[in-house]
């Protein structure tokens, strides 16, 4: 992955299609990229290494604030003369990787971004405050599909992003299809190519659309989910109940050996149990859901542990999105050059081929396992989490 320079108005993950961050990607293509991943870290608050803003930014009141939002953490930023970042190459591709990936980009969003896309069975919209993330999920399809180098782009032109979704309220498959979420309204997915939580300290952009959304006296729900527990900036805020915000959560034996970078467990149902007590509709996002031997102990105990965080919050509304693992041949390859010793298993011989939305190869759980599976857990959530109210399978 050599380059000299980056386009900053060049979107990082492809167009389509949308996928949720939590789930592996389906039908994209994918680069290996075994020679210059950084290992897996522990979680802690990024701090980028370098802050640079295009020209354009600075006409936008959010990127004024992110600005100064970076600043006052003691971080510099750089006023580029162009939309092109240069200066990122290293000594080798692994250094120049790292480069990128520590380093966050002020931008005005593509047009691209700005026309909104479906995004069933989560929302019956996606919208983008962000592209790139500093976490390192082994089944992430941002991980893998990369268009060029990841370096985080944050959107300077909010206020327009935020205004623009007024033209899609009342429309959507999912508003006008699924009885069971009727009570939502139309539903705006925030989380689709990053994880809010992993940068909303440097730019304040969820804060503002959960703000957004409270004020906005209409039949709309904001939705997002992360595996971060950086949620202190969201109690007291007005949200009046129109964000559901999700944590996305797996058993014990998944989430230590394949979310690098992301909080602990334990920290995510602090996280889930502090917004639920300030009146937030919450969510668990279960995903990918993998049967590793003794799933079933394994995937009780955390549903046990998301009734010991919650359980007892007064007026509690819980959801959860059930999301079963899959890959595709292009996402194995990543994952095994990039974790040659990786414990997940990606066996196409106990999976059943399948074709995705798009045409592409998919290898999902044979239709016996996927019956266990999911009988497993409809009984298991009615029987250990009796408030929550499970959105979906897949
Ligand atoms: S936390 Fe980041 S790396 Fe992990 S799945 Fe989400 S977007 Fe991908």
């Not at 909303?200 to 939705?223: C, I, M, N, Y």
């Not at 995705?356 to 599976?373: H, I, R, S």
Request: aromatic share 8%; with cysteine.
């Amino acid at each position: 992955m050599s380059f000299d320079s980056v386009d900053l108005t060049r979107t990082l993950a492809p167009e389509t299609p949308a996928a949720p961050h939590s789930a592996s990607g389906e039908a994209v293509a994918t680069h290996d990229l075994s020679d210059v991943a950084p290992p897996a870290r522990p979680a802690r608050r990024w701090t980028p290494k370098r802050v640079v803003a295009t020209p354009a930014a600075y006409d936008h009141a959010h990127g004024l604030r992110i600005l100064s939002l970076v600043e006052a953490q003691g971080i510099e930023v750089e006023r580029l003369r162009s939309n092109r970042l240069t200066g990122l190459r290293g000594e080798s591709d692994r250094e120049t990787y790292a480069r990128a990936k520590a380093t966050m980009a002020i931008v005005v969003s593509p047009p691209s971004r700005r026309k909104l896309q479906p995004i069933a069975p989560s929302a019956d919209w996606r919208f983008d405050l962000a592209e790139g993330c500093p976490a390192h999920c082994q089944y992430c399809y941002l991980a893998g599909s990369l268009s060029g180098p990841p370096v985080t782009r944050v959107y300077a032109d909010l206020d327009d992003i935020l205004a623009g979704l007024t033209d899609y309220v009342g429309r959507g498959t999912i508003t006008s299809r699924r009885e069971a979420r009727r009570d939502e309204g139309t539903t705006f997915e925030a989380s689709c190519y990053t994880d809010p939580l992993a940068l909303d300290h440097l730019t304040g952009s969820w804060r503002r659309a959960v703000e957004h959304f409270g004020a906005w006296d209409a039949p709309v729900q904001l939705r997002w989910t992360t595996k971060f527990d950086d949620v202190g900036g969201f109690v007291g805020l007005a949200h009046q109940g129109r964000t559901r915000v999700r944590l996305s959560v797996n058993c014990r034996p998944v989430t230590t050996r394949v979310e690098g970078g992301t909080s602990r467990l334990e920290d995510r149902l602090a996280a889930l149990r502090r917004l639920a007590l300030d009146g937030y509709p919450v969510g668990v996002t279960i995903a990918p859901i993998i049967a590793v031997p003794d799933w079933r102990s394994h995937y009780g105990e955390l549903l046990d542990g998301i009734a010991a965080a919650v359980g007892d919050v007064p007026g509690l509304d819980l959801t959860a999105e059930l999301i079963t693992h899959r890959f595709t041949p292009g996402s194995k390859e990543v994952l095994l050059s990039w974790y040659p010793r990786t414990k997940l298993e990606m066996d196409e011989d106990s999976r059943t081929r399948k074709h995705g939305k798009f045409g592409a190869v998919k290898y999902v759980y044979p239709p016996e396992t996927m019956t266990e599976l999911r009988s497993w857990f409809y009984e298991e959530i009615a029987a250990r989490l009796p408030a929550g109210r499970i959105l979906y399978w897949t």
